[in-house]
């Protein structure tokens, strides 16, 4: 929105050196990791501040991508966001069309309980133990159904189909539509906006996931991506592969290519469902 007068122009100015400001702190972060990537040794040494790489190497990725622990990370990881993404919308989408019709018997109860859960849980260790006794140590399961359910995620939802017309849905119901055919046939198809955001945010959570694959899984072969990423950070501050021409430190280039290597898929995705961010969030929130 552009404003005029005098006062509006230096309104305007001071916007945009702000968000001018905020972009590149935002920015830099990435871009110094992308650098410090494909940088040589001795650059990386020279300086602390890497702006503009002077001589460019992708010895690091071409390690990283040689490992066959990498893609077999990857491929943990893959199946845990769209098996658990699955997973997530089956549950929210059904749970929160059930919570927005009036006629649900014990609906507040339903949602105090399920409110209870955002502010008391149980904690990590009763966490462990029924993960455990479930016998799911040591399995992608013990990574996906714990969290099958996000309550935050579920209320967004939930107000976004109460927002919608009651009469779109007696509609359905005079033609003879159940409730399974209304929420397939008209409410979901309708509720795109809200479906896609609410995928993306577990989808993005899913596929970050690291804190449960620590206390879940000692098998490296069932490492998920993100804690593949943190051996790697933390076990390589100053390891050598190679000899001559070819040696190059292992610590700075082949950690921050393994950061690029897990941060670009999501990167490369965000933008085709930024679109519905704002509008899903906005009415989810907001029952017209």
């Known amino acids: 929105m ?17 968000l ?20 040589p040794l001795e650059e990386y040494l020279g300086s602390s501040i890497h702006l503009f790489p002077k001589a460019i190497t992708f010895e690091a990725y071409t ?8 893609w077999k990370s990857y491929g943990v990881t893959l199946f ?21 019709r009036p006629s649900l018997k014990g609906q507040r109860v339903i949602m105090f309980l399920l409110v209870f ?19 799911m140590m ?3 399961w013990a990574l996906i159904i714990p969290s099958a359910l996000n309550t935050y995620n579920l209320i967004i939802m939930k107000n976004f189909f109460s927002s919608m017309p009651d009469g779109l849905v007696e509609a359905a119901k005079i033609d003879g539509s159940n409730d399974l055919g209304i929420l397939f046939k008209i409410v979901i198809p309708l509720s795109m906006p809200a479906i896609s955001t609410i ?48 040696m190059f430190l292992l610590g700075p280039s082949i ?13 490369l995705i965000y933008p085709f469902f930024q679109k519905y961010f704002i509008n899903g969030v906005l009415i989810g929130g907001v029952k017209e």
């Open 2 to 18: 552009q404003y005029t007068g005098r006062a509006g122009k230096l309104f305007n100015s001071f916007n945009v050196v702000f």
């Open 20 to 39: 001018t400001i905020v972009a590149i702190v935002t920015v830099y972060p990435f871009w110094d990791t992308f650098v410090v990537s494909i940088i």
């Open 63 to 70: 390690y990283l991508f040689s490992m066959n622990e990498l």
């Open 80 to 100: 845990i966001t769209v098996v658990g993404t699955a997973l997530n919308m089956i549950l929210t989408v059904l749970a929160a069309y059930a919570l927005s």
């Open 117 to 135: 859960t955002m502010m008391f849980s149980g904690g990590i260790i009763p966490t462990y133990l029924v993960v455990k006794d479930l016998g």
């Open 138 to 140: 040591n399995s992608v």
């Open 199 to 246: 995928t993306l945010f577990y989808a993005v959570t899913r596929w970050n996931d690291f804190f449960n694959a620590i206390f879940f899984i000692s098998d490296k072969e069932l490492w998920p991506l993100q804690l593949f990423l943190r051996s790697m950070l933390f076990e390589n501050e100053s390891s050598y592969s190679g000899g001559g021409d070819s």
């Open 255 to 267: 950690k921050m290519a393994t950061v690029m290597a897990a941060s670009i898929p999501v990167m």
